[in-house]
């Protein structure tokens, strides 16, 4: 299968809102009033759980990673590593061109998974580094989780449209369901999510991630 470059695909790209002050401006205050103080207090937080990784498993504490930003643009991901070091490579993932709305990323019995990175998904501790990312600039709080090359290469039209926005950290699609949700699933919350895109429903999706973080549902 011939996959088109995502470079070359943008003008194909769905149409989504035309973007308001909230989008412009309020979205990036927004993310900056919370981003930097949460980072700072969860500073020590994030020492200790990079001890812990270290002493857990050989290799690196944190896991970078290319993934498709705003309109598609590659950016680096950070995470703390769950996995063993160099487990994601020579790694594919197999996905069915027709049967793409029905794949499924996340694996609930993935053997390259540590103890403590089991953990760290479970609990969502895992992101925390990427609070940085949306100190950076290359995400938000709230929006469609930045999904990796392999996957966006195969996408429609249709599913570009979750790329008009900055991905977040957290989302729609990560409170209705987390790693529960197939892809058809998940673009779909997210272009629910961008159509009605505000304030009042970031603040709402904020509140709602905390819930869903606490009781681990969908966590995987």
């Known amino acids: 299968m011939s996959l ?3 470079e070359t695909s943008q003008k194909n790209m769905g149409k989504g809102p035309e973007p308001g002050f909230y989008v412009r401006i309020g979205k990036r205050i927004f993310d900056l009033l919370i981003a930097i103080p949460v980072f700072i207090i969860l500073l020590p937080i994030m020492i200790i759980i990079g001890i812990i990784i270290k002493c857990d498993s050989q290799g690196t504490v944190i896991f970078k990673q290319k993934r498709a930003g705003l309109y598609g643009n590659p950016f680096i991901i950070y995470k703390f590593r769950t ?6 490579r020579g790694f594919k993932l197999n996905i069915d ?5 029905e794949f499924i990323f996340q694996s609930e019995d993935d053997g390259r998974i540590t103890g ?10 895992d992101e925390l580094p990427q ?9 938000s709080l709230i929006g469609p989780r930045p999904e990796i090359f392999e996957v966006v290469y195969r996408y429609t039209g249709y599913h570009r449209q979750r790329l008009n926005v900055k991905p977040g950290i957290t989302g729609l699609a990560q409170v209705m369901g987390r790693g529960e949700l197939t892809l058809g699933e998940t673009v779909e919350y997210d272009l629910k999510y961008i159509e009605r895109l505000s304030f009042k429903e970031d603040i709402w999706i904020l509140w709602r991630t905390i819930g869903v973080v606490f009781t681990g549902q969908g966590a995987r």
């Open 4 to 6: 088109m470059p995502l």
């Open 83 to 88: 996995m063993t070091m160099g487990a994601d």
């Open 97 to 101: 061109q027709e049967k793409l709305d």
């Open 116 to 125: 403590v990175g089991a953990f760290l998904r479970r609990t969502s501790l």
């Open 131 to 139: 609070l940085w990312n949306v100190i950076k600039g290359d995400m």
